[in-house]
């Protein structure tokens, strides 16, 4: 069981590492990719960087630098958080047990921009089974998704109903579905009766549904917070004075907390978060 499971290896998530190995705490970091710090992104304005340096590089200077400590830092993909008496991490490889988590997953960037999507967004669109799931039992839903974070929803949805459509909107689907429709158009619209949603528009037809789920791409801290019961407000999630959030033992820092979304208050957030974690799990 690791102290603390930091999910993003990004300048909050790598900061929050160093100061907790350097507290002699058992930490994990897991990571999928560069975040906001991909390819052709330049940072000149962070401190000691003469000439600045690219978002990659400083990505893999922290990562290293953590490694050297003696940091685990693993590059998969973090699909659910579950807490009962503890924290257990699930990724698209394995699934890891801490007695407390930090989220530090950055912004998120994937929604759907298709017409209908805002305004039925919240009106049988959500983005989250385990939280309104039950308001919909026995109903015929659509899925849209394609990969584990997918297949990870619909196992929580057929506890539910059986009528589920699964709709890759366009992507390729990177998983086994069995037993269930899979529809792989280009979903162009949501329409319905001003109220609620009642039908996706697909390239090639138009299908029935009571509600929507999304699970694309990648989960990231909000989706992370409405599964476990985490305050969020928009797309920040609600902290306290210490980075805590309303859930004992969970913790959040960097882009994903909001304010001014730099490198340099990233890793404050991370280094703040890591003081007060250290002093909980002392307890
Ligand atoms: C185009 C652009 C230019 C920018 N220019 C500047 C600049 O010049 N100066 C500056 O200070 N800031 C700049 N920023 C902002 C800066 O990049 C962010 O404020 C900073 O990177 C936030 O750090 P973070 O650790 O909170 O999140 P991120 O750096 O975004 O890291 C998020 C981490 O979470 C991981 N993650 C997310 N979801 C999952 C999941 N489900 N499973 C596993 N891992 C997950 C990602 O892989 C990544 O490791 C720029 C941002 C962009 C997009």
């Known amino acids: 069981m690791y102290d603390t499971i930091i999910i993003g290896k990004g300048p909050a998530g790598i900061s929050a590492a160093i100061y907790l190995k350097r507290s002699n705490k058992h930490v994990l970091v897991i990571g999928k990719d560069n975040g906001s710090l991909y390819d052709g992104v330049m940072i000149d304005n962070y401190y ?33 958080i579950d807490k009962l008496d503890h924290f257990t991490v699930t990724t698209n490889k394995n699934t890891y047990e801490a007695k407390t988590v930090l989220l530090a997953t950055g912004k998120p960037r994937t929604t759907l921009r298709i017409k209908g999507f805002q305004q039925y967004r919240g009106k049988g669109i959500s983005f989250c089974v385990t939280c309104d799931g039950f308001f919909f039992r026995g109903k015929h839903l659509a899925l849209i998704g394609y990969n584990d974070f997918m297949l990870h929803e619909l196992k929580d949805m057929e506890f539910l109903t059986d009528k589920i459509t699964i709709f890759t909107n366009g992507n ?40 929507i789920f999304v699970a694309l791409g ?8 409405t599964r476990i019961g985490a305050l969020v407000e928009g797309s ?18 960097g ?22 974690l250290k002093k909980i799990l002392k307890k």
């Open 218 to 225: 990648s989960p990231g801290a909000v989706d992370f917070a």
């Open 48 to 80: 000691g960087f003469p000439g600045g340096i690219s978002g990659t590089e400083l990505i893999e200077r922290g990562v290293k630098q953590a490694t050297e400590f003696g940091i685990e830092v693993l590059q998969e993909e973090v699909i659910a």
């Open 172 to 211: 390729p689907l990177t998983v086994p579905v069995e037993g269930y429709p899979v529809v792989e158009d280009k979903i162009i619209e949501i329409t319905g009766d001003g109220e609620v949603a009642k039908s996706i528009l697909t390239e090639n037809g138009e299908y029935a549904i009571d509600g």
């Open 255 to 276: 882009d994903t907390v909001g304010g001014v979304l730099q490198v340099a208050k990233a890793a404050a957030d991370g280094m703040h978060a890591a003081i007060a």
């Open 236 to 253: 920040n999630l609600v902290v306290n004075e210490d980075f805590q959030t309303n859930i004992e033992g969970l913790f959040a820092a």
